[in-house]
């Protein structure tokens, strides 16, 4: 298995696919995703154009669907949710599919929708997609971070070495056998030496403290927890996600 780490999805490959592809948004798509299918959603459906969210959306039946947007940490007006993960619990999304649309994490997914599997990993589902990789060991992995409108994400890059170094771990591969490109023992050593305070690492982050003033501290201590939900956010169809 070689593994690469992309900071965002500009920064990722056009000209080539992966076997397996993760996108990572800790703060907050891929942590809500996450939380939307372990609390019992049918399923995630993702888009990048909420235009397109509401066409779409509108075909489903209104009792069995959910509506999430957000744009700049906020909620989008009309919305039942917003990106918080939160609001997620089992008796509002038991049998319903989210229909989401955010800044960046939707544009992560969509940048690797095309590869064969698809992933979407946070911190708080790590494990599981760790174990994904040890069972199906896929020639090549890309983590791709959201980042922020083009730019690095402290808390998406973490997330990535979460997962490389769980691989580490489990496999007998050492870090330069098991990367693909730099970025990997970068995001190995960044986790490394925040993974006693991954809360604090993100009241650093530059999403963390924009968060931290729309109120959402609450948010930030669930997304920095590791390994709380055994779910696979997996790609079944283009965009939706089980
Ligand atoms: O950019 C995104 O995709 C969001 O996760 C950002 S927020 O955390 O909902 O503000």
Redesign the pocket.
Known sequence: MKLFVYHTPELTPTDKAPECAIAV?V???TSTIATVLASGGEAVQVFSDLDKLIEVSEKWPSEKRLRAG?RG?AKVSGFELG?SPLDCTPELVQGRRLFIS?????RALQRVQDSPSVLAAALINRAAVVQFLLDKQPETVWIVG?G?EGSYSLEDTVCAGAIAHSLVQQTKLSPEELAGNDEVISAIALYSQWQDNLLGLLHQAS?GQR?LRLDCLDDLKYCSQTDILDVLPIQHETGVLK
């Not at 955010?102 to 939707?106: D, E």
């Open positions: 948004d703060l907050r798509a957000e940490g990106n955010t800044t960046n994490g939707t959201s922020w999403h968060l």
